[in-house]
């Protein structure tokens, strides 16, 4: 089966800065990589997401980027505020088979200091 | 709209006790799935459905059954319960991948908090 590692697993930053989560995938069939934001207590919520035909996706300040050569890709969250504190995961799946499971990496604490 | 709702949200067991987690959705769903999560391992998976009457084993399924009578509840049980299975379980129901408006999204429960003493 797939296979996602994520690193780092925990990451603080200065209100204002930018934060980057990277994520590598083994199964070069995959073609669907959500991440997920899981704040304190709370659970988890799809934050953005990309497809193998696309490089680059962007909503505001959060930003996915995939190089499918490589197989990896990153969240990448510019200024940075309080609130983007949480847990976040990376997922990676073949949209389109009959599973349709979620590959999840072992998740990003995010911790941004005021 | 309720989405997905777990039940109970929180329980202490003794090591041997049984228990049933239950899940239901109202978004006509047909995959639904359990996940574990534990501090430093990430969302595990556990079972999962693909339809009424259907179940599957994930990644971590020793220890656990489950059903899935109705399309919109899932079961998680414990039949004999191990310290080893204090974590917190979520529920997380999506469309299949071949109709629309399928967008890989999962939606979770809140969770249930189970401690095994």
């Known amino acids: 089966g797939e296979n996602v590692e994520q690193h780092p697993s925990t990451l603080s930053v200065q209100e204002g800065d930018s934060a980057v989560i990277k994520c590598t995938y083994s199964d070069s069939a995959s073609n669907y990589f959500p991440w997920y934001k899981q704040e304190l207590g709370k659970r988890p919520q799809l934050i953005i997401d990309i497809r193998s035909n696309v490089g680059e996706k962007k909503d505001q300040r959060i930003a996915v980027t995939l190089n499918k050569t490589a197989k990896h890709f990153s969240l990448h969250i510019t200024e940075t505020q309080p609130e983007d504190s949480a847990v976040y995961f990376c997922a990676a799946t073949r949209r389109g088979s009959t599973l349709g499971r979620l590959y999840f990496g072992r998740g990003t604490q995010l911790t941004v200091w005021p | 709209n309720a989405g997905v709702t777990q039940t109970p949200k929180f329980r202490v067991l003794k090591t041997g006790q049984s228990m049933t987690l239950l899940c239901a959705q109202d978004?006509?769903?047909?995959?639904m799935y359990w996940y574990r999560q534990d501090p430093g391992m990430g969302l595990r998976l556990i079972h999962y459905?693909?339809?009424?009457?259907?179940?599957a084993k994930g990644e971590v399924p020793d220890g656990y059954n489950v059903s899935r009578l109705k399309k919109q509840n899932f079961l998680l049980g414990l039949e004999s319960a191990a310290p080893s299975q204090t974590s917190v379980y979520f529920c997380a129901s999506s469309y299949p991948p071949r109709l629309a408006p399928y967008t890989g999204e999962l939606f979770f429960g809140e969770g249930s908090r189970l401690t095994v003493l």
């Open positions: 459905s693909v339809g009424e009457g259907t179940t």
């Open positions: 978004m006509n769903h047909e995959y």
